[in-house]
């Protein structure tokens, strides 16, 4: 009993007893060249995965935009099988051709820039001269200005209008080819002292005629009416025999024979020979035309650019000068002092000062139109012609007058707003 006892004490305190406790092992630091080999694997996946995403987004660029660029070219592809067919006077050139005409587009080749690219002077096989535009890649502009020049230019023809002779569509290469024009831009004779004795008055009015004959012709005798929108000493070509032709026409409008005015929400053009209604509410017209026509003739008249024309004694401009030179009696004096060495006509200058003045009035209404500017031209009668008013943009600079309108550079735009320029009363004294 004593046994059974002792053998159920032991059972008992046995079965009651915690169980034995394990020691855990003793932490052993990781040797330093398997810490090396983990990080190293880290970095190695982070790196590699981070190369993959960029050039999977790398690849994904460029796949658009291949597609974008693609896409673009053939939808002008597309629409300029539509111009071939409806024009017969245009003709399409191969790269290769271009190519070799220019040397590969060479530097030396270069022979103006604009707005939209630049121009080169290319030679043919068959020797013909040609100037070759090379539209900036990419450009919207571009573009637009290729549609333009290949539906507009291509259906005119005059012998004051630069002719299109075809183009060039290939990937992202637009390019125009025209007649070669050897004797560049009228800006580039007229604004220069040594080479503006070439321009006699008997050639400068000539090329005034020139040009007025091509205005009305774009605004009343082709089979489109259209409105040049940039006409500027820099678009008017000189011939061999220093006929004008009037050249880039990007921004010309199509409009209706029916149509007097046409709205744009971007103006576009150059500033000084852009009318006020233009400028400040985004009209046009073919009296936009007539206005920039009336400010490129005072300045073939004066010799001088219209927004960096100065005289010692004055801060006055283009307009202002020529204003107060017919209002004092004293028309003459603003004529270039250069021609008074030769042969010149008097109512031949007194009659395009009076014009041009009636051109540029602020009223676009009371401009006269191009026909009657062209038949004026032709017969001189400045005595019967009606007198004009003060221009459109007037800095009076005289002592003790009222305030003027003052033309102020507008600000940085937005190529979606609306051109606006603000005008402001200010005392110039």
């Known amino acids: 009993m004593s046994a059974a006892l002792t053998s159920t004490a032991n059972m008992t305190v046995y079965e009651h007893a915690p169980p034995t406790q394990l020691a855990a092992p003793p932490h052993r630091p990781l040797p330093a060249i398997e810490k090396k080999k983990r990080l190293t694997a880290i970095v190695t996946g982070a790196t590699v995965a981070t190369v993959g995403f960029v050039l999977l987004f790398a690849m994904a660029v460029v796949y658009f935009r291949r597609r974008k660029a693609k896409n673009r070219t053939d939808a002008l592809h597309s629409k300029l099988v ?50 070759v ?53 009228l800006d580039y004779i007229l604004f220069d002292h040594n080479k503006q004795a070439q321009l006699n008055w008997t050639t400068r009015h000539k090329i005034i005629v020139g040009i007025a004959r091509g205005l009305l012709y774009l605004h009343e005798e082709s089979r489109l009416k259209i409105i040049h929108r940039d006409l500027k000493a820099a678009n008017i070509l000189l011939d061999l025999n220093m006929n004008p032709k009037i050249s880039d026409f990007g921004t010309a409008r199509l409009v209706g024979m029916d149509q007097s005015v046409n ?52 801060d006055d401009d283009l307009l202002s000068s020529a204003w107060k030179h017919w209002r004092d009696g004293t028309t003459l004096e603003f004529m270039d002092s250069s021609l008074t060495r030769s042969w010149y006509s008097s109512d031949q200058v007194m009659c395009c000062i009076q014009l041009g003045l009636l051109c540029v009035q602020r009223d676009f209404e009371k401009r006269p139109t191009m026909a009657l500017v062209h038949h004026m031209l032709n017969n001189s009668y400045a005595d019967v012609l009606p007198a004009p008013q003060q221009p459109a943009f007037f800095i009076n600079s005289d002592a003790n007058s009222s305030p003027s309108l003052v033309l102020k550079k507008p600000r940085s735009e937005s190529s979606t707003s609306k051109s606006m320029i603000s005008l402001t009363i200010e005392n110039r004294v």
């Open 263 to 314: 709205e744009t929400e971007r103006a576009a053009g150059t500033l000084g020979y852009m009318a006020p209604e233009y400028l400040l509410h985004g009209k046009f017209s073919v009296k936009s035309d007539v206005y920039s026509f009336g400010v490129l003739m005072l300045e073939i008249v004066c010799g001088k650019k219209v927004r960096s024309f100065q005289q010692s004694d004055n």
């Open 82 to 131: 539509d111009i071939a067919s409806l024009v017969a006077e245009s003709l399409e050139y191969d790269l290769s051709t271009l190519q070799v005409a220019t040397n590969n587009f060479s530097d030396k080749n270069k022979i103006g820039r604009g707005g939209f690219g630049v121009v080169y002077k290319g030679i043919l096989e068959n020797g013909d001269e040609i100037a």
């Open 133 to 185: 535009k090379r539209l900036s890649c990419g450009s919207d502009q571009g573009i637009e200005e290729f549609k333009n020049e290949v539906v507009l230019v291509a259906k005119l023809q005059h012998r004051n209008l630069v002719r299109l002779l075809g183009f060039c569509l290939a990937g992202e290469e637009k390019l125009l080819v025209y007649e070669f024009v050897p004797n560049k831009s």
